[in-house]
């Protein structure tokens, strides 16, 4: 355990939805949902409006629509929220070498290593900095943890959400994790917390007083070790910068069952070229193919090969795919394919490129194997696989059609261009009409059209960016720390960024966060006036009140 509180976690407010409700001015201060609409939909994220209902992410959207019928449920725009986070983990580096990204909107940071002074003020000043510069790259808002390791840092984060900063001081940790319910730390989930409960440990506090001979009793080794050492609030993982993939994937849910075989190996064919795109993307090879089936009855079925060496070749990975597809029985209906590679490795072995083309050539001299036009050795293309009998893929959603393409459907929340109305996103589609909202971030809220599906006037469009490009982050000198109460609320103000001895120059923000809230359409319940104190239903634990060592911050 270190002693200052020189370990941060970053995780950005309701990331997916903030960044509609920023593009989308008609959407500021509205439920919005985003994930996957289809019958077999899961929500992603759902902003803190929507959550005021009970809408979390993991849930079936079918469910949440039930709770809020009237929010904005949209797909994903995976482009734009890939721009916004390289710009907040640029933000990041610049302040530590040793930046762990856990996922698009979440990391860790060291720093320590970015030759932060170890102090409660400096490293508390550089969160308030940090959040500051988000805001002006962004408009977006993060919430800041700052502790001496991982855990708490994480734990200080939930603590601190919406957009707000916590720091727990050292020494302070048994005291505040006692307490808390055993589900708030990192590694408890429903099935082991029930476990617990049984044997009379339902805090903390208990799960520290039963000890880490009972609890490898009640575990196992490994997990009753763990949470004895985290129930003590000892975490010593060092924060890694650079995290070596273990494999890459692409998986696809589909709204109705697929039970025809043709059509499951024309899906994993495409969904093997998908995975080497990926592959290829990353630098990548592998040697390990990995077929997965969730079948109608959700029984899920892992099938893999291991090859003679790794391969970035799409027809190696597709054959071999097809292959483990011939030893699964999908007579019932498939819910659910996927494929991924494994073993991976920064290179190729040049023979097996000719894999594919050479085992199929054996099997048809032996009269074993279909023919070369089979779906199982076919390439299906972009506008094949986006035919108009393709079902919602729900894991996952593709990124929206680039300008210039005809899309086969308009996807709510996407963005389109019309020659004379300008820049727009889809509201609905269907019976042939698509409507669509014209408005831009910064704009106020925009006017509302509707179109033929195929009017040419009409376009798939890039997102816009939600900071003009003229404006860049704040600059100025280094502000002290504040002397009043400590907890960062989701305040309007200004402050100058501020980044550690050493640190880059400053670089050009991407591109207004709109302004002015709208009326939420569902008749929500009374809400705290302070968006601070909001329960935050997916964090079991996590307490808005402020617990002994926790240092909350206020501007």
């Given at each position: 355990?270190?002693?200052?509180?020189?370990?941060?976690?970053?995780?950005?407010?309701a990331?997916?939805?903030?960044?509609?409700?920023?593009?989308?001015?008609?959407?500021?201060?509205?439920?919005?949902?985003?994930?996957?609409?289809?019958?077999?939909?899961?929500?992603?994220?759902?902003?803190?409006?929507?959550?005021?209902?009970?809408?979390?992410?993991?849930?079936?959207?079918?469910?949440?629509?039930?709770l809020?019928?009237?929010?904005?449920?949209?797909t994903?725009?995976?482009?734009?929220?890939?721009?916004?986070?390289?710009?907040?983990m640029?933000?990041?580096?610049?302040?530590?070498?040793?930046?762990?990204?856990?996922?698009?909107?979440?990391?860790?940071?060291?720093?320590?290593?970015?030759?932060?002074?170890?102090?409660?003020?400096?490293?508390?000043?550089?969160?308030?900095?940090?959040?500051?510069?988000?805001?002006?790259?962004?408009?977006?808002?993060?919430?800041?943890?700052?502790?001496?390791?991982?855990?708490?840092?994480?734990?200080?984060?939930?603590?601190?959400?919406?957009?707000?900063?916590?720091l727990?001081?050292?020494?302070?940790?048994?005291?505040?994790?006692a307490p808390?319910?055993?589900?708030?730390?990192?590694?408890v989930?429903?099935?082991?917390?029930?476990?617990?409960?049984?044997?009379?440990?339902?805090?903390?506090?208990?799960?520290?007083?039963?000890?880490?001979?009972?609890?490898?009793?009640?575990?196992?080794?490994?997990?009753?070790?763990?949470?004895?050492?985290?129930?003590?609030?000892?975490?010593?993982?060092?924060?890694?910068?650079?995290?070596?993939?273990?494999?890459?994937?692409?998986?696809?849910?589909?709204?109705?069952?697929?039970h025809?075989?043709?059509?499951?190996?024309?899906?994993?064919?495409?969904?093997?070229?998908?995975?080497?795109?990926?592959?290829?993307?990353?630098?990548?090879?592998?040697?390990?193919?990995?077929?997965?089936?969730?079948?109608?009855d959700?029984?899920?079925?892992?099938?893999?090969?291991?090859?003679?060496?790794?391969?970035?070749?799409?027809?190696?990975?597709?054959?071999?795919?097809?292959?483990?597809?011939?030893?699964v029985?999908?007579?019932?209906?498939?819910?659910?394919?996927?494929?991924?590679?494994?073993?991976?490795?920064?290179?190729?072995?040049?023979?097996?490129?000719?894999?594919?083309?050479?085992?199929?050539?054996?099997?048809?001299?032996?009269?074993?194997?279909?023919?070369?036009e089979?779906?199982r050795?076919?390439?299906?293309?972009?506008?094949?696989?986006?035919?108009?009998?393709?079902?919602?893929?729900?894991?996952?959603?593709?990124?929206p059609?680039?300008?210039?393409?005809?899309?086969?459907?308009?996807?709510?929340?996407?963005?389109?261009?019309?020659?004379?109305?300008?820049?727009?996103?889809?509201?609905?589609?269907?019976?042939?009409?698509?409507t669509?909202?014209?408005?831009?971030?910064?704009?106020?809220?925009?006017?509302?059209?509707?179109?033929?599906?195929?009017?040419?006037?009409?376009?798939?469009?890039?997102?816009?960016?939600?900071?003009?490009?003229?404006?860049?982050?704040?600059?100025?000198?280094?502000?002290?720390?504040?002397?009043?109460?400590?907890?960062?609320?989701?305040?309007?103000?200004?402050?100058?960024?501020?980044?550690?001895?050493?640190?880059?120059?400053?670089?050009?923000?991407?591109?207004?966060?709109?302004?002015?809230?709208?009326?939420?359409?569902?008749?929500?319940?009374?809400?705290?006036?302070?968006?601070?104190?909001?329960?935050?239903?997916?964090?079991?634990?996590?307490?808005?009140e402020?617990?002994?060592?926790?240092?909350?911050?206020?501007?």
């Amino acid at each position: 355990m270190r002693a200052a509180p020189t370990i941060l976690h970053l995780d950005m407010d309701a990331f997916f939805a903030a960044a509609e409700q920023a593009a989308k001015p008609s959407l500021r201060g509205k439920p919005v949902v985003v994930g996957g609409l289809g019958p077999r939909g899961v929500v992603a994220t759902a902003s803190y409006e929507a959550r005021v209902f009970g809408v979390h992410s993991a849930m079936s959207t079918a469910q949440a629509r039930r709770l809020c019928p009237n929010a904005a449920y949209l797909t994903p725009r995976f482009s734009l929220y890939r721009q916004l986070s390289d710009a907040v983990m640029e933000l990041l580096r610049e302040l530590s070498p040793l930046v762990e990204p856990l996922s698009l909107d979440e990391a860790f940071v060291d720093l320590e290593a970015g030759g932060v002074a170890p102090t409660a003020d400096a490293v508390r000043a550089v969160g308030e900095r940090l959040r500051a510069d988000i805001r002006a790259a962004t408009s977006l808002t993060g919430s800041v943890g700052l502790a001496a390791s991982k855990m708490l840092a994480k734990m200080a984060s939930e603590q601190a959400k919406p957009d707000g900063l916590v720091l727990i001081e050292p020494g302070t940790e048994r005291q505040l994790l006692a307490p808390m319910p055993v589900r708030a730390l990192p590694g408890v989930g429903p099935a082991t917390a029930a476990h617990l409960r049984r044997s009379g440990i339902g805090t903390v506090a208990e799960l520290e007083q039963a000890g880490e001979e009972e609890l490898v009793r009640l575990l196992g080794k490994a997990h009753g070790a763990a949470l004895a050492a985290m129930a003590a609030g000892r975490d010593d993982r060092a924060v890694v910068a650079e995290r070596d993939a273990k494999s890459v994937s692409v998986e696809d849910t589909f709204d109705v069952d697929l039970h025809d075989r043709v059509r499951v190996y024309t899906e994993v064919a495409r969904l093997a070229e998908r995975c080497v795109e990926r592959l290829r993307g990353a630098g990548r090879s592998g040697r390990t193919v990995v077929l997965k089936v969730r079948r109608y009855d959700f029984s899920t079925l892992t099938r893999s090969e291991t090859l003679r060496g790794p391969t970035d070749d799409p027809a190696v990975v597709r054959e071999a795919a097809a292959r483990l597809l011939d030893g699964v029985d999908t007579t019932g209906g498939v819910r659910l394919l996927g494929v991924g590679v494994s073993g991976l490795a920064s290179f190729t072995q040049e023979d097996l490129f000719a894999q594919a083309a050479t085992e199929r050539a054996a099997a048809e001299a032996e009269g074993a194997g279909p023919p070369a036009e089979s779906p199982r050795s076919g390439e299906p293309g972009p506008a094949e696989a986006a035919g108009a009998d393709a079902p919602d893929r729900t894991a996952g959603p593709a990124d929206p059609e680039q300008p210039g393409d005809t899309p086969r459907r308009w996807f709510p929340g996407h963005d389109v261009h019309h020659a004379e109305h300008g820049p727009g996103w889809v509201q609905g589609s269907g019976l042939g009409r698509v409507t669509v909202r014209f408005e831009r971030p910064g704009s106020p809220p925009g006017r509302v059209l509707t179109f033929a599906v195929d009017d040419p006037e009409l376009r798939p469009a890039d997102p816009l960016p939600l900071v003009p490009a003229a404006e860049g982050r704040p600059s100025g000198p280094p502000d002290p720390p504040s002397a009043g109460p400590e907890r960062s609320g989701a305040a309007d103000e200004t402050v100058p960024p501020v980044r550690p001895p050493g640190t880059p120059g400053e670089r050009p923000g991407p591109p207004g966060r709109p302004s002015g809230a709208q009326e939420p359409p569902c008749a929500a319940p009374d809400q705290p006036s302070d968006p601070a104190i909001r329960p935050k239903p997916s964090s079991p634990g996590a307490s808005s009140e402020a617990s002994p060592g926790v240092a909350a911050s206020s501007p």
